[in-house]
């Protein structure tokens, strides 16, 4: 059960950037599961990728040619290629080639992509079989199209869209993602593809891909798993009537950053909102730290405790759970005198012990919600850092227990 997330907004095409699905028959006949983009030429593209050790094949052919000239991506689900060794990267690159021979790009201007079962061999044949089809159906208009094609275990596609004004000009900002399970992305089973018809150079762009991840994707956690698949890519196509961007200063970066940074974070949260089993999305929020590595370590401590997960998809207002997570998360010299916890507005715990005013009805009333806040105020400086997660419910177990079968 997604959790706040309803139907596709709006997703405005963006100049210069197309997509085209078709069906492989990866895991079931007929599923629409491969999906190619075209990005006009002279597109700049940027990503980041996991820093899992055992990342995919497509992970490091991405990597090795994300720095040239980009012209297509190519994705494919219900199967990762990953854990599958030398065999698996020639099979990454066989796939790209066969793109590139029908359309004449270069085989290294193809990044391919996968998401789906760890360790099963690449089905190859498959995938080049559908190529023609998904070519055929290259369209600008086909982003929630692709936002389904791009799904595993998602119960619905997510995506996200902005456009703003500069000297009279629109730009457009629109992006689409997956995951639902295996999800702690640490990028400096999720992929995003964000497009703007901007010109950017390169260098900005990259930095702009890097921070806008920083504050959306890798601020979200289902699980604690960070997937052997994760990619997150920022494509420019320079289509739009205006300057280029070469510094991240002036009003049109300031507009477009924050479009971008908007679309990403849509994203990210849906993902979340999605997360495997999910019935509630929950925001857990550190302030008062002195440095943003001790919040996030708190941070990630209460949103992957399996204790805490259980109790939030049971309503159960179990405090205590929450200190404990609290306490070992590492925080060196942690005073726990110094440190209030919130539910919702519901102050449960003060100065190292239960809050005098707090009553089992207030958290039992704010953990009946589907959309839950946990802060805490650690007293220890000005740092704050924000982390979305979910519950962890019966579902989830059922979902990952049957994922092969």
């Not at 020639?90 to 290294?108: D, I, K, S, W």
């Not at 559908?130 to 619905?156: R, V």
Request: aromatic share 6%; charged share 20%.
């Amino acid at each position: 059960m997604a959790v706040g997330l309803g139907p596709l907004p709006v997703l405005h095409p963006v100049p210069g950037f197309e997509l085209g699905i078709a069906s492989a028959g990866i895991k079931r006949p007929g599923r629409k599961d491969v999906v190619v983009m075209r990005c006009a030429e002279g597109s700049r593209v940027a990503g980041v990728t996991t820093t899992n050790a055992f990342c995919a094949a497509p992970v490091l052919v991405t990597r090795e040619r994300m720095q040239g000239e980009v012209r297509y991506l190519l994705t494919n689900t219900g199967n990762a290629n990953a854990g599958t060794g030398a065999d698996g990267l020639a099979n990454a690159r066989r796939t790209c080639a066969a793109l590139a021979a029908l359309t004449g790009a270069e085989e290294q201007a193809v990044l391919p992509f996968s998401t789906g079962v760890i360790g099963e061999p690449l089905p190859v044949e498959k995938i080049e079989g559908a190529l023609q089809a998904a070519l055929a159906d290259l369209d600008e208009n086909h982003w929630a199209e692709a936002a389904t094609g791009i799904m595993t275990t998602d119960t619905l596609p997510k995506g996200a869209s902005r456009q703003f004004q500069h000297d009279g000009v629109t730009v457009t900002v629109t992006g689409i993602s997956k995951g639902a399970g295996m999800i702690r992305p640490n990028m400096a089973t999720m992929l995003g593809y964000i497009a703007t018809d901007a010109k950017v150079t390169r260098s900005v762009l990259q930095d702009l891909v890097r921070d806008a991840a920083n504050k959306s994707f890798n601020r979200i956690t289902i699980d604690g798993d960070t997937s052997t698949n994760d990619c997150c890519m920022l494509i420019a196509t320079g289509q739009v009537n205006l300057p280029e961007i070469t510094e991240a200063a002036g009003e049109l970066f300031a507009k477009l950053k924050q479009a971008v940074f908007e679309v990403f974070m849509e994203v990210a949260q849906a993902i979340v909102r999605d997360g495997e089993g999910a019935t509630k999305f929950v925001t857990v929020q550190v302030n008062g730290g002195g440095n943003h590595q001790e919040c996030l370590d708190v941070g990630y401590a209460v949103a992957h405790s399996p204790l805490i997960k259980t109790a939030l998809f049971a309503s159960d207002p179990n405090w205590g759970r929450i200190l404990a997570a609290v306490g070992y998360a590492g925080v060196p010299n942690l005073d726990v005198s110094l440190i209030d916890v919130f539910l919702g507005e519901v102050c449960i715990a003060s100065r190292g012990g239960r809050s005098p005013s707090y009553t089992e009805e207030q958290g039992a009333a704010v953990m009946a919600r589907e959309e839950i806040t946990i802060r805490i105020e650690l007293g220890r400086g000005s740092c704050s850092e924000t982390i979305w997660t979910t519950d962890l419910s019966h579902e989830y177990v059922k979902i990952n227990a049957e994922y092969r079968t």
